[in-house]
């Protein structure tokens, strides 16, 4: 398959697996939530870190999952480029589940959430870095690059993430005020895109 020359993929294909990866994502961390042994109220409560990380994570992957569905609607052909830069965001999201599992079982210890703020820093990163492979590949299409402009919500999201990791090592508490910021931040859905295609 020739991709990096040109021929159009199927952008539907694209959507349908990513959307399979994320179903997948949630199902696996909700998994973690384990029933407890106990019949008691506090039996109950030694879970709940395991359900205050599981929060947060579904959250943020429903996050990039509204994010990710706006932003495929830009796409006119999809090549190489996309699929590569697509399928990286998604590893990084697949360690999510890992993260969330430690972070909760350690009832947020230092180490484990070090690792959480990275798991949640690398999608970011990843999702930058396929909204710049989608806009190269429309060079004649303005729309997304014009949603997003200097895309000032994902730069302070990385920050914060990067002084949650940071701050973690002083307490881990503060490093998940930075990191519910962001959640924060996103729990309004990115419209830019939105706005932009109606006045196509």
């Keep these: 398959m020739r991709a990096n020359k040109g021929i159009d993929l199927n952008k539907d294909r694209l959507a349908a697996f990513s959307d399979g990866v994320l179903a997948i994502i949630i199902t696996i961390m ?55 830069a697509n399928n990286n965001l998604l590893f990084w999201l697949s360690l999510v589940p890992f993260a969330t599992a430690w972070a909760g079982e350690t009832h947020f ?7 959480y703020g990275f798991a949640l820093l690398m999608p970011a990163i990843s999702f930058t870095i396929l909204t710049t492979a989608i806009v190269r590949t429309h060079p004649n299409e303005p729309t997304l690059a014009k949603a997003l402009g200097r895309d ?37 859905p990115d419209r830019r895109i939105e706005r932009e295609l109606k006045h196509e």
């Design 30 to 84: 909700v998994l973690e939530l384990k029933v407890p042994h106990g019949a008691d109220w506090a039996a109950l409560s030694a879970l709940l870190p395991i359900f205050l990380s599981y929060t947060l994570s579904f959250i943020y992957v429903a996050i990039y999952w509204n994010n990710h569905h706006h932003l495929l609607h830009t796409v006119k052909h999809v090549n190489g480029a996309i699929l590569w």
């Design 109 to 115: 210890a230092r180490e484990p959430t070090i690792l």
């Design 152 to 188: 000032a919500k994902g730069k302070v999201s990385m920050a914060l993430y990067i002084g949650g990791i940071a701050l973690a090592f002083v307490h881990p508490s503060v490093a998940y005020t930075c990191y519910g910021l962001v959640a924060l931040i996103w729990l309004v």
